[in-house]
């Protein structure tokens, strides 16, 4: 079962099914310690439905750990269900780490302060996402097919914390986990 106290602690205060977050965790772990952690719940609102969603980011001294878990909705079979997702690299694969801060108030600014919106990308190569758009010319009146225009983004997880909804701590703790990760990436490179 995780052993690492404080990461338990703060599963369980999600309220998110921590025993199957944890048990999960657990098996990704492979008996590895927990370095780093940062646990973000989300709730999604559908038209008619709500979804919940918790991604928990867990570093070891050799790896990343990723663990998803989400609602499913059920059928007449079976009515509901979590699904648990891990996924683990080592931290030698991690090809970046981006970290953006956005602060409402730059004039306001002063060292140390939390920004109003902190978002994490990483980055080891296992998936690529293909934004497209319709290519023009520059010409407004041009009818002419100019086919597609786009880029490819390598993005394998993101996640975003805004100070208004989960608070400075919850900005905070994500720039800590962030400052740890980085210089986890420049040592195991």
Request: aromatic share 6%; with cysteine; net charge negative.
């Amino acid at each position: 079962m995780l052993s690492d106290q404080s990461l338990r602690t703060e599963l369980d205060q999600t309220g998110y099914f921590p025993r199957i977050v944890a048990d999960a965790l657990d098996i990704a772990l492979g008996g590895e310690t927990p370095t780093a952690f940062f646990v973000l719940p989300d709730v999604a609102f559908g038209v008619g439905t709500i979804g919940r969603h918790l991604t928990v980011l867990v570093m070891t001294a050799t790896r990343l750990i990723s663990a998803h878990v989400d609602d499913h909705a059920g059928d007449e079979i079976a009515p509901a269900a979590v699904a648990a997702t891990t996924e683990a690299v080592s931290l030698g694969r991690i090809e970046s780490v981006t970290l953006s801060q956005i602060t409402s108030e730059p004039t306001d600014y002063l060292s140390g302060d939390s920004p109003g919106l902190v978002r994490l990308a990483i980055n080891w190569g296992g998936s690529q996402m293909l934004e497209l758009e319709p290519a023009t010319c520059g010409d407004p009146e041009c009818a002419a097919e100019h086919g597609f225009s786009g880029s490819v983004n390598g993005e394998d997880i993101s996640l975003q914390v805004s100070k208004d909804v989960s608070g400075e701590e919850g900005a905070a703790k994500l720039i800590a986990f962030a400052r740890q990760l980085y210089a986890a990436t420049a040592s195991a490179a």
